[in-house]
């Protein structure tokens, strides 16, 4: 696989977006998803095309079924062969209206706040 991936390298093959928009339009059309990329070119893959196309070099075929070049990230995560899968799960940020929520309380704690003192300070006799 490492000299496949090398010889690729070596050979310049490209970025495909072109072949994006292939794969995009064999995902609307099902028949399509077994044939070769409509919009294909020589010496050019995307990442999961490019996936493929290393493992199938090795002799192991992760999306059965599926052209080498209209293969996606849910093929290869779907695959039948015995795999470990990492997944990264990243925290979910705070919604835009939950920040200004945050925001805005902090900024009437800060006005608020000396009020709140003089208020629970005992009064001066004269």
Do not use: W
Not at 79 to 89: A, I
Not at 91 to 99: C, G, M, Q
């Amino acid at each position: 696989m490492l000299s496949e991936a090398l010889e690729l390298v070596a050979t310049r093959a490209r970025y495909s977006l072109r072949e994006l928009l292939g794969t995009l339009l064999a995902l609307r059309h099902s028949q399509l998803r077994g044939r070769d990329n409509l919009l294909a070119r020589n010496c050019s893959l995307y990442c999961s095309a490019f996936v493929e196309h290393l493992f199938r070099k090795a002799g192991l075929h992760l999306a059965p079924g599926v052209h080498e070049k209209n293969t996606t990230p849910e093929d290869l995560a779907r695959t039948t062969v015995p795999h470990d899968t990492y997944r990264l799960e990243r925290e979910v940020p705070p919604t835009k209206l939950a920040a200004f929520k945050t925001r805005v309380k902090s900024r009437m704690d800060a006005r608020l706040s000396p009020l709140i003192r003089r208020k629970e300070r005992p009064a001066r006799t004269q």
